[in-house]
Structure formats: C-alpha cells, structure tokens
C-alpha cells in the first residue's frame, strides 16, 4: 500500500461513514447499517476489502515451501482450493496469519491490511536456497468480499473460500461440532482483483441485486459466526487452542514447523491458559465497550474485549479473551466510558479445555516434591 494512509475510492459515496482500527480506509457503513446487514444475511450483498494486505509466492517449491514453515497442510494442494495458515514463533504464539489459495502458478495470501509488509519480510528471510519470489502484491491487487461458500473457478477472479467452521482433515476443535457451529451460517469469500478496477468491480455486483455493505455488517455477522481474527482477537500471548482455531488453520499431523511443538503439547497434555466467548452486552443504556475494555466477575478482572458489534438481532454482541476457568455460567461485566455493561456469555472454546480427539492419558502425570504437576510447570515456559 501507499505511504499515505489508503482510502477506498468508495468512500466518496453518498451517505459513506469511514471504519476506523483495524479497518481504516474503507466504509463503517453507507447510511443503513440494519438494511446492510439484512443483505448480508440473505446472501444479496457485496463489501468493499481493499485495505486488505496481499501477497504472492511464485516458483516451483512455493507450497512445498511454505508447508514446512507454517501451521497448514499444503503439499499437493489443488489449484482454486483454499486454505488458512498462521506463522507461529518457537513458542507457539501468533505471529502472522494468511488466508491462502494456489491458482496453479501462484500462491496469494490475504492478510490484514498492517501485516502485508512484514509477512512478506518474514518469507523473504526463510527463502534461503528455494525456488520462490516473494511479492507484497497489495498495491495492485484489491479484495471484494461477498456470501458465498464456492470456491473460486478457474474462469472467476482469484478467489479465497473462508473454510470456517470446517474442521478439515488434521485439524481438530474445542467448541461445538461443524453442523451445530453458528459460523456455518455465514459463508464468505474474498476475490481478488486489480486494484483499479476496483469500482467498476463493484458497480457490477450492483447492478446484479446486490447492496454494497461496510464493515459494520461484515464484522457483526463475523463475531455471531465465533470466527476469530488476527487484527482483533490476537495478542502476543495467544496460541490457536484458545481461539478454537485449530478447526481450519492448524494440521496436527503433519511435519515440523516453528512452534510445532507447543501446538502437540498443549492438544495432547496440556489445556489453553484462555477462552473465547462471545457476550450478549446489555444494550439497554446505550453503553458499549472499546476493544480492549476489561471483562470482569464481580470485582475480579478475568479478561478483555476484543471485539465489538451491534447485530441487526442479537443486540450489542462481543467476542471476549478470558481466563480458561472463568465458569460457564459466569455474568460479565465489561467497563465503558461513563460505567459498565452486564453480560451474558456464549462458550466458544470449553472451560475444560479439551478438544475432540485428545488421546486418552496412559496414567497418572507425575507430580514433584511440591505436589507439583510437572506438566504444568513444562507448560509455563511455553505459554
């Protein structure tokens, strides 16, 4: 992207209000969030993602390439199928995150719109003796979201399915199985275009039926669908198994990457020290929260937002990172400017902090001279 902070080209539309944080540069909404929404939900809309960052690895070991220093199975992927990845540090923590689809000849990642440099950094650095070119392809390329679960054809844009709440093969999950997941009623892909084609892209979904909607939709049907995101519920602290993010982006299986080991320990052995919720807020005096607000039980801080929306049903919704034994039944309350709002919470990821296919334990964990479990104190210098 440019030097100068990115403005969409829409945003001189009538009735255009601008996002701010993580989504600078493009629409909050165009002067109806609730219709906006509705269209959405009904699958008749289109929104405007060309602050999203862009990536592109050319050459003949790019996905052999990038299987071996990310969290994804991609060794023999098929063109025009998507998938998600994370580059994690040694210790298991997010770094980076990508959606990804390979057209055949080359692989675009679709990152937040802040990570496209230092992604493209972070490969270069790994290139090493392998057959790759690494592009930030960002100023050429501009995303357009739409509600549609297909992946792309070979005769479409460059395409990205989102694959959640899919659990794909190697992956496993902490919350809900795939048909009862509330994300499996939000489809949504990306397609790529070049950048200055950008409006007339859009004029064209347009004149098909469909709304052009901001990122108050988009992101209110996001948090209803418990799908994470790199810019929002990511800190330095966080491991995929508290975000329930092992569902699509994470293969248990297959060879070594960085922070490899961290991902086994803590699925087989261990437990997430947080959780994902999400929490229906009090809206009935108009407060909501900034992300980043304090989530607390009573007295005692057990958590932040991260994420806050007002769905076109549900109310003022949010997703929340909080500590691991926080109880199920727990009710929030969440500071706002002026107060603090009551909440009630939705589990994403157990309290128990198992996942669905955790090997069965063979005996009794050790315990050192303090009584101890040895395992919790190994954990410690991971998380």
Known sequence: MPETPYRSPLLHRHGA???SGPDEGIAWHYGDPTA????????????????????????????????????AY???????????????????????????VDDGTTTWLLTEPDHAATLTQW??????MMQVDITDATEQWAAVGTPNA??????EPITWRDPWPHTLEGGTRYGLADHEHPGMHRPWRLQLIPRDTLVAHIS??????????????????RVEAWRPRLATEIDH????????????????????????ETIARVHNLGRPPR?????????????????????????KPVGAITTVARHHELGPIALAVVKRNVAEDAEFLVDCDGGAVSGGQEVIVPSGGVSADRPHARGETSRDARGQNNLSNTMGRFL
């Open 74 to 100: 991609l060794e023999g992927l098929p063109p025009h199928e998507s998938r998600e990845l994370f580059v994690l540090s040694p210790q298991g923590h997010i770094e980076h995150w990508a959606g990804l």
């Open 237 to 260: 602290r966080s491991i995929p198994h508290e975000l329930d993010w092992l569902r699509t982006a994470v293969h248990l299986h297959k060879g070594c990457y960085r922070g490899q």
């Open 275 to 299: 959780r994902l919720v999400m929490i229906h807020l009090d809206g009935s005096g108009h407060l909501l929260p900034e992300p980043g607000a304090e989530v607390r039980v009573g007295d």
């Open 17 to 19: 209000v601008a996002a």
């Open 36 to 71: 906006e929404q509705r269209a959405l939900a009904r699958g008749t809309a289109v929104s405007d993602m060309s602050h999203l960052g862009v990536v592109t690895v050319s050459g003949p070991d790019r996905l052999t390439w990038l299987h071996s220093i990310t969290s």
């Open 123 to 128: 490969l270069t650095r790994m290139k090493f």
């Open 150 to 155: 297909t992946e792309g054809a070979p005769d």
């Open 204 to 221: 064209e979904h347009e004149q098909a039926g469909r709304r052009l909607v901001g990122t108050w939709a988009t992101e209110a049907l």
